[in-house]
């Protein structure tokens, strides 16, 4: 994505997918209502589809996307809490239905969560019908199974969007965020990657405001689950180079 006028910097805030197994059965959170009227994108915000943060401050934002299984989801958020290090994680309708447990774990450790879509389509292949339906759909489930809303947070499936849909999910009151770099963490071992190749990609890309991509699922093939591995090593070494961490609500706050 080629770089935009610097906009006005945000306010701080302190604050691929792989196979399935059978989720755990826990009482459900009250719902978080959904019929409030969302407010459209406007300004510096919109027509974007965010690679990193718009900040001088040496912050990083690491985040999750959650799609066909939970895996790695409990080794995650175990890190996570031990190095008290925020995160967002992106959850797919499909996920919050078939791992509910995992879903409110993460909901109810505190972490932001995002919209991914219902079944994680690619959206420029939809009518304008169909992608305000996955977009929707996926708040609807989120805030029903965890009682969080995810707007205004929300991420393209595969990473694939174009002016229309950028536009349709603005409408709907929601800022697409992209990332800075990928850890291919979802490659798996077969793809060549390690986690030493996984510190490296984010190590090589750092920079104010870095959005890092990586999973909380397994590999289909191998069954890894090399983003969770190289949690630990890369928090280690982001705070070893005066780097803290952030959720995505430093770059698009909640708007309801």
Do not use: C
């Amino acid at each position: 994505m080629s770089s935009s006028p610097s906009p006005p910097r945000p306010s701080t805030s302190a604050t691929a997918t792989p196979p399935s197994s059978t989720p755990a059965t826990v009482p459900a959170p009250t719902p978080t209502p959904t019929t409030a009227p969302a407010t459209p994108v406007a300004g510096w915000l919109a027509g974007k589809d965010w690679t990193y943060i718009p900040t001088t401050r040496h912050v990083v934002a690491l985040t999750f996307d959650a799609g066909a299984n939970a895996d790695a989801v409990p080794s995650i958020l175990a890190t996570l809490e031990r190095e008290h290090v925020a995160a967002t994680f992106f959850l797919t309708g499909n996920f919050v239905r078939d791992f509910p447990a995992n879903a409110r774990e993460i909901a109810q450790a505190g972490y932001r969560i995002g919209d991914h879509t219902i079944t994680h389509p690619y959206l420029t292949r939809l009518s304008d019908a169909a992608a305000k339906h996955q977009i929707l759909g996926a708040a609807e489930r989120i805030a029903a199974m965890t009682g969080q809303d995810p707007a205004p947070l929300f991420r393209f499936p595969y990473g694939e969007a174009d002016a229309r849909v950028i536009s349709i999910a603005n409408g709907l009151g929601y800022v697409p965020v992209r990332w800075t770099v990928d850890t291919l963490g979802w490659e798996g071992s077969a793809g060549h990657i390690t986690t030493s190749v996984i510190i490296s990609r984010v190590l090589s890309a750092l920079r104010p405001g870095e959005i890092v991509l990586m999973h909380v699922g397994s590999n289909p093939d191998d069954h890894s689950t090399l983003d969770a591995d190289a949690l630990p090593g890369l928090i280690s070494q982001l705070k070893a180079r005066g780097y803290s961490f952030v959720t995505l609500d430093m770059l698009a706050p909640r708007t309801r």
